[in-house]
């Protein structure tokens, strides 16, 4: 099995930045592609954003310019850097892995979130 762990969240003013972090753990496993996802009260999940193991990235057009992804394949990191953050970002926010483990084959894996509130 592979454990997600989330960090970085907070309160913040428009305007403003935060920088959240996904740590994976396990064993004998290889991630395949890590994603933020976002879920704001009363609204369904939605991705935020995705980076493959090659570096490929994509973003949400809401985030796209404010927000950048990017991982560390040695750590089993991921990162969402966000700039002018907006109250509208106001969310949990889910780091999620596609994953591969020789037993289990390829599986999808969620963090437990990390809570970003934007204040206007």
């Known amino acids: 099995q592979v454990q997600l762990v989330e960090s970085g969240g907070g309160l913040v003013q428009a305007g403003g930045s935060l920088r959240l972090s996904c740590a994976a753990s396990?064993?004998?496993?290889?991630?395949?592609?890590l994603a933020w996802y976002r879920q704001a009260p009363g609204k369904q999940r939605e991705l935020v954003a995705r980076?493959?193991?090659?570096?490929?990235?994509n973003y949400a057009d809401p985030v796209k310019g404010r927000f950048t992804i990017s991982r560390d394949n040695a750590e089993n990191m991921v990162y969402l850097q966000m700039n002018s953050l907006k109250p509208e970002d106001t969310a949990v926010y889910y780091c999620?892995?596609?994953?591969?483990?020789?037993?289990?084959?390829?599986?999808?894996?969620w963090g437990q979130g990390t809570q970003v509130t934007v204040s206007s």
């Open positions: 980076i493959t193991s090659g570096g490929s990235t």
């Open positions: 999620n892995a596609l994953v591969f483990i020789l037993i289990y084959g390829v599986r999808d894996y």
């Open positions: 396990g064993r004998d496993f290889r991630i395949y592609a």
